[in-house]
């Protein structure tokens, strides 16, 4: 799993696809904040948000007061949202992400004077794995392969193929 930029950590396989897999844990990745897609603003007007969110959810329920529509209940050390309440749902931010096709599911969410919702995303892509861009950091800054992929990866070690013996 690789993914473009992360928010300066990534993310669990366990928080965006609800599998464990041991060796796709949250590293630091500290060169993403100053990759060009770090952050992204997505303007939606409310009507939009609402519809949106209708079709996605059906039964939704959604406050006149627009400023209380979505409130994150729970993060992630990495910033991805895990929980968000929307109006009476309870949904997750992997969920949010897709419904309004934002950059990642660590964001936040104001509702402007403007009669708009402004979403801004850290990071491109899921999270999980390895950041292409901070990888390509890494190298240039002399990192080997097999140290890029071992920070990436947690916990796997690298064998040649070629040494190992198939019966």
């Keep these: 799993a690789f993914h473009s930029t992360s928010s300066g950590r990534t993310e669990s396989a366990q928080t965006v696809w609800g599998n464990e897999i041991a060796y796709l844990t949250p590293v630091d990745s500290e060169e993403d904040k100053s990759a ?6 997505k303007t939606i007007p409310a009507a939009e948000v609402e519809q949106k969110l209708k079709e996605k959810y059906p039964d939704i329920q959604l406050d006149a007061d627009r400023s209380i529509w979505f409130q994150v209940k729970e993060s992630t050390e990495s910033g991805t949202v895990t929980k968000v309440q929307v109006g009476n749902k309870e949904v997750s931010g992997v969920e949010i992400r897709a419904v309004f096709e934002l950059s990642s599911a660590n964001f936040t969410v104001t509702y402007l004077p403007s009669e708009e919702f402004l979403f801004v995303s850290k990071g491109s892509g899921h999270g999980v794995g390895m950041s292409q861009y901070g990888a390509n950091c890494l190298a240039k800054e002399g990192k080997t392969y097999e140290e890029i992929l071992t920070h990436y990866y947690t916990g796997i070690q ?3 193929r070629a040494s190992l013996s198939i019966t």
């Design 36 to 41: 060009p897609q770090y952050l992204s603003e």
């Design 158 to 160: 690298l064998v040649d």
